[in-house]
């Protein structure tokens, strides 16, 4: 499977933004889909996931109320719908894709397939 983000961008603070992870090349519906992000000089984090159903999700709790996973499998994307955004929400934001049918994960090593990524900004 080829994954590819889009919609990030420069926001002010207290702003939304929505990022979507496109599926390609695979068979969408067998994959768990997380989003991951890096901010300059920390270590990669989770920030959500949703189960390849779409009935679960789970939430990095510095995110929870703010943002949202959604997932469209008629087109093959998952969206990440970001509110109420803040400066440390600031980072590379990256969707992947795993293969766990008893659960879905918030470890990066769960997920072997990535995206290029996408920046997002918030300013203050």
């Known amino acids: 499977v080829q994954l590819l983000e889009s919609g990030g961008g420069l926001v002010q603070a207290g702003g939304s933004l929505r990022l979507s992870c496109v599926a390609s090349r695979g068979p969408f519906s067998i994959y768990n889909i997380g989003w991951f992000r890096k901010a300059p000089g920390k270590e990669r984090e989770f920030v959500a996931a949703?189960?390849?159903?779409?009935?679960?999700?789970i939430y990095a709790d510095s995110v929870l109320g703010r943002l949202t996973i959604q997932s469209d499998a008629a087109k093959n994307t998952v969206f990440l719908q970001m509110n109420s955004l803040i400066p440390e929400d600031t980072a590379v934001y990256y969707c992947?894709?795993?293969?766990?049918?008893?659960?879905?994960?918030?470890?990066?090593?769960?997920?072997?397939?990535w995206g290029q990524g996408t920046q997002v900004t918030v300013s203050s």
């Open positions: 949703i189960s390849r159903s779409g009935s679960s999700t």
């Open positions: 992947a894709a795993g293969i766990d049918w008893r659960t879905i994960h918030s470890t990066s090593s769960q997920y072997p397939y």
